[in-house]
């Protein structure tokens, strides 16, 4: 039996809300991840991807995210002193349902929360999504020479199938070799799990602070 498409709504957790991301939230997004250290792992096409201004940023994103073929979020924060504030994005795409495939990525965050709750449980929202509406394979990948990115995906407990060779193009002409990584359906159960454990233990059931950076 096929997958089913995931409707585009919110996705509500305890830290965070996943809201689907309208070009109209383009200039707050750049707000939150429009860092120089955000692009320097490779997200965007790398270095030469950023863009300094709200402007700029929003004509960028034009062409990057997943406006359709997938569910393209913002995620705010709920709660505490900060509460609502947008501080990343991440997308469940390249959905296909008669294969039961998807892709999770397209994920930043304003580097004032990286560390916390939030990546966690937005990935535990995301997977759920999918394999709640019958995904079979989630994909998630990281260009080869993002070592934190490939650690942080590694740690969620997806099994590293290899590397994708001149994969994409980063945005300064080179080729990126792509790690790839997957969760199957037959491992979300124990992933669950874990990422469970991993939302109460980081999240103490205190709201998230920004981190000095």
Do not use: C
Not at 5 to 15: A, C, H, Q, S, V
Not at 60 to 70: C, D, I, L
Not at 130 to 145: E, P, T, W
């Amino acid at each position: 039996m096929a997958a089913t498409l995931p409707d585009r709504g919110i996705l509500t957790g305890r830290y965070i809300t996943l809201e689907p991301l309208t070009r109209e939230l383009l200039p707050e997004l750049h707000a939150a991840i429009g860092h120089p250290e955000v692009f320097a792992g490779g997200y965007g096409g790398g270095p030469k991807g950023y863009r300094d201004t709200a402007a700029a940023f929003v004509e960028w994103a034009e062409t990057y995210y997943q406006w359709t073929g997938g569910n393209a979020y913002a995620i705010r924060l709920v709660g505490g002193s900060h509460d609502g504030a947008l501080v990343g994005t991440s997308t469940l795409g390249d959905l296909n349902p008669a294969l039961e495939y998807a892709h999770l990525g397209w994920t930043a965050y304003d580097p004032r929360v990286w560390g916390t709750v939030v990546n966690p449980e937005a990935k535990l929202l995301l997977l759920g999504l999918a394999f709640d509406h019958g995904f079979g394979r989630v994909k998630i990948q990281a260009d080869v020479l993002n070592t934190r990115s490939r650690a942080a995906i590694a740690k969620l407990g997806a099994t590293f199938e290899g590397i994708s060779r001149r994969d994409v193009p980063r945005a300064d002409g080179s080729w990126r070799d792509s790690a790839v990584f997957s969760i199957i359906v037959d491992e979300w159960p124990a992933v669950r799990a874990a990422l469970e454990q991993r939302v109460q233990d980081q999240g103490r059931g205190v709201p998230v602070e920004y981190k000095t950076v």
